[in-house]
């Protein structure tokens, strides 16, 4: 599998999987990056200073991404890691850190101090993924992510 940076024909393989998660898993539509503007323009999205998103290809197909961008409304120096989202084939395989590994290492580089992230209970292998790769619980959210529905908050410092 080759971590790249997307590129824009990767736009709807990259939607389709964030969304298909986001229904596999039983998790709301609204509140959630299956309703942002973001994730149907992905490429478009992450092309400001400070900002990458990454996808995951194997065998000339996307089955993954996250990516980093500042957090909105909050000017502590902190980043959050978004739209961290694999297909079946993906998951399980040592992928997942990697691609955190990666994205944090560039967070660093664009000079965040911390990195924020949210998701819902249901994900409970990505909540085990996170804290296996430093992130700690927080008692509410950070910033404003419009993610609503959102009820787990954790953030590292880099």
Not at 2 to 13: L, S, T
Not at 17 to 45: C, H, Q, R, V
Not at 143 to 148: E, L, W
Request: proline share 3%; charged share 25%.
């Amino acid at each position: 599998m080759i971590i790249r940076k997307i590129e824009p024909k990767d736009n709807q393989e990259i939607e389709q999987i964030i969304k298909e998660t986001i229904l596999e898993f039983g998790l709301p539509t609204n509140g959630t990056a299956y309703e942002d503007i973001e994730t149907t323009k992905m490429y478009a999205s992450y092309q400001k200073n400070k900002e990458v998103y990454f996808v995951i290809e194997n065998e000339n197909k996307i089955v993954g991404g996250a990516g980093i961008k500042a957090l909105k409304n909050n000017t502590e120096g902190v980043c959050e890691l978004q739209k961290m989202y694999f297909s079946p084939i993906a998951r399980g395989k040592g992928v997942g850190s990697v691609l955190i590994k990666k994205c944090l290492q560039e967070a660093k580089n664009f000079g965040f101090s911390a990195c924020y992230i949210e998701t819902d209970p249901r994900m409970e292998a990505a909540i085990h993924l996170y804290k296996k790769n430093g992130f700690t619980s927080l008692e509410s959210s950070l910033g404003d992510t419009g993610h609503s529905s959102c009820s787990v908050w954790m953030l590292k410092t880099l």
